[in-house]
């Protein structure tokens, strides 16, 4: 049997950083959201409703994901050309296809068909009476939570490697305007 690496915990790959912290939180927050979306779909008896919700949520998800760690097309824009580069240098390091781009559903198929046994299981669970639509929410909310968790990682990863000056938060903007 091969050891397990534990992968580090977005908190942990925060190291401390209150900036970045505050972003994972925002962040775990509309994703826990769209996965009970994503559950509530699962319980619906119409094979292939799933995938295209799954879809369609992962496609908004993402790009909001995105703004909370500054790694949005536009934001990447207003960059300079130096901070620019090492923000890409980072994305092609870390491997993300859904950070700095346009995210469209085809991205979203791409970056799902590393988990697609999952998916596969949470098809077949449907044909089974209640049991199997309970499976098929669990696994709906289960893969959500792993594909943006795994986003969440990869901007902490980007965001650390180019050491990329976070965009202000909600707290921080109500705190900048109040100081004015």
Request: hydrophobic share 45%; with cysteine; proline share 6%.
């Amino acid at each position: 049997m091969g050891l397990r690496t534990k992968v580090p915990t977005a908190h942990e790959l925060a190291g401390g950083d209150s900036d970045l912290e505050a972003a994972i939180d925002r962040s775990r927050s509309l994703l826990h959201r769209r996965a009970l979306l994503a559950a509530a779909a699962g319980t619906v008896p119409l094979p292939g409703l799933d995938w295209a919700v799954d879809a369609a949520l992962l496609s908004r998800l993402i790009p909001q994901i995105n703004e909370q760690f500054g790694l949005t097309p536009a934001q990447i824009d207003r960059l300079t050309p130096h901070k620019r580069e090492q923000v890409q240098k980072a994305v092609s390091m870390v491997g993300s296809v859904l950070i700095g781009k346009l995210v469209t559903r085809e991205l979203v198929m791409r970056a799902t068909r590393m988990i697609g046994v999952r998916l596969t299981a949470r098809q077949a669970a449907k044909f089974v009476p209640l049991a199997g639509q309970a499976v098929s929410a669990a696994l709906g909310y289960a893969t959500l939570r792993f594909l943006g968790e795994q986003h969440v990682r990869d901007c902490i990863e980007v965001v650390r490697q180019a050491q990329l000056a976070l965009p202000p938060g909600p707290r921080r903007v109500a705190q900048s305007r109040a100081e004015d």
